[in-house]
Nanobody, 127 residues
Framework: QAQFAASGGGSVQPGGSLRLSCTSS????????IGWFRQAPGKAREGVAC????????YYSNSVKGRFTISKNDARNTLYLQMDNLKPEDSASYHC????????????????????WGRGTQVAVSS
C-alpha cells in the first residue's frame, strides 16, 4: 500500500527553524511533481513550495519565498522543506503531495487532482 507521511514538525519561537521530511513508500518520487501544502484552522489550504519531477524547477508562494527551501533525495524517496525565520502565521498542519500536474499548477491549484496526499505534521510558531 502506497504511503506518504510527513515528519519533523514541532513548536518553535519566531525566527526559529525547522526541517520537515516526507518519505514515500510504494511509489517513487522521481516520477511525480511534488510539494508541500499547509492548512491552518479557519484559513485556506496553501501550496507553499513545489518541485518538478527532475528537481530542476521550484515554486514558492509569496508568503514563504526567501525563507523556505524545498529539496528532494530521489534515492531515499524523501522530500524536504527547510523552514527558516519562521513566523507565527506559518503555524499550520503541513502535508506533502505528489501529482502528475505541472509543479507550478500543483502548488497554485490546491484543490486540483493529486495522486498521493501525505499525513501531516504540525508546526506551531509562538513566543
Amino acid at each position: 500500500q502506497a504511503q506518504f507521511a510527513a515528519s519533523g514538525g514541532g513548536s518553535v519561537q519566531p525566527g526559529g527553524s525547522l526541517r520537515l521530511s516526507c518519505t514515500s513508500s510504494g511509489f517513487d518520487l522521481d516520477y511525480y511533481n511534488i510539494g508541500w501544502f499547509r492548512q491552518a484552522p479557519g484559513k485556506a489550504r496553501e501550496g507553499v513550495a513545489c518541485i518538478s519531477e527532475n528537481g530542476g524547477s521550484t515554486y514558492y508562494s509569496n508568503s514563504v519565498k526567501g525563507r523556505f527551501t524545498i529539496s528532494k533525495n530521489d534515492a531515499r524517496n524523501t522530500l524536504y522543506l527547510q523552514m527558516d525565520n519562521l513566523k507565527p502565521e506559518d503555524s499550520a498542519s503541513y502535508h506533502c503531495a505528489a501529482g502528475d500536474r505541472n509543479y507550478r499548477d500543483l502548488c497554485q491549484d490546491v484543490w486540483g487532482p493529486i495522486d498521493y496526499w501525505g499525513r501531516g505534521t504540525q508546526v506551531a510558531v509562538s513566543s
